[in-house]
């Protein structure tokens, strides 16, 4: 079965250089979640989407945006990079609603960004 | 803000023992529940969930209890094996406009000696 892919796998950049990562969700899925996972840390939630639309934001920098497109998949946009951006960023899909409820979450394998 | 607390920190038990991670969560609208096992730098894999119209709910070696009253839950593993050997992780969720965002515990370090 198709699960969320997420692009690319592992990332390393700079001090204040840009970032981009990518997340593809399940096929049907309407509704992405980000999460930003630090090192021995649990996951922090940082922005979701349904429907092309923000639907909810968490403890996202001022320096992170991000976006859902047309065909659902989403990109979190990292710019002016900090040492204390690296972490795992994982990405989620689900069905909009309540169905998450019945369904669940499924994370993508996450993208590991290091910063130097 | 919702706000996940989970005890303990750091578990290690004998293999054949049983397990039990806690979790108190503090926003009481709160109605999913969902536990995940994850094992170093790879993503968090669902091993068990619960709403909050359901007090108890076990699949093979694992339960989930859930008191609502108390804003208490609870994840059970029996028999562990050295398999079971991960960080575990708590979460609640509250709809946000459509939005189910996770809560998550802190995590518990799982460490099953053979």
């Known amino acids: 079965a198709a699960g969320v892919i997420q692009s690319p796998r592992h990332l390393i950049k700079e001090k204040r250089e840009t970032a981009t990562l990518k997340c593809y969700p399940i096929p049907r899925h309407d509704t992405v979640y980000w999460y930003q996972q630090g090192p021995g840390q649990d996951p922090q939630f940082l922005i979701s989407?349904?429907?092309?639309?923000?639907?909810d934001k968490g403890s996202i920098p001022d320096r992170f945006s991000a976006q859902q497109f047309s065909d659902y998949h989403s990109e979190l946009n990292m710019s002016s990079l900090e040492l204390g951006d690296s972490a795992l960023y994982f990405c989620a899909s689900s069905l909009s609603g309540r169905t998450v409820l019945t369904y669940g979450y499924t994370f993508g394998s996450g993208t590991r960004l290091t910063v130097v | 803000g919702e706000n996940v607390e989970q005890h303990p920190s750091t578990l290690s038990v004998q293999e054949g023992d049983s397990a039990v991670i806690k979790c108190t969560y503090s926003d009481s609208a709160s109605n999913y529940f969902p536990w995940y096992k994850q094992e170093l730098g790879k993503r968090p894999q669902l091993i068990i969930d619960?709403?909050?119209?359901?007090g108890e709910k076990k699949d093979q070696r694992i339960a989930v209890t859930l008191n609502k009253t108390a804003k208490h839950f609870s994840l059970h593993i029996t028999e562990t094996q050295p398999e079971d050997s991960a960080v575990y992780f708590c979460a609640a969720t509250t709809e946000v406009d459509s939005s189910y965002k996770l809560i998550f515990g802190s995590g518990t370090r799982l460490l099953v000696r053979p």
């Open positions: 989407f349904y429907e092309k639309m923000q639907s």
């Open positions: 619960i709403r909050s119209n359901v």
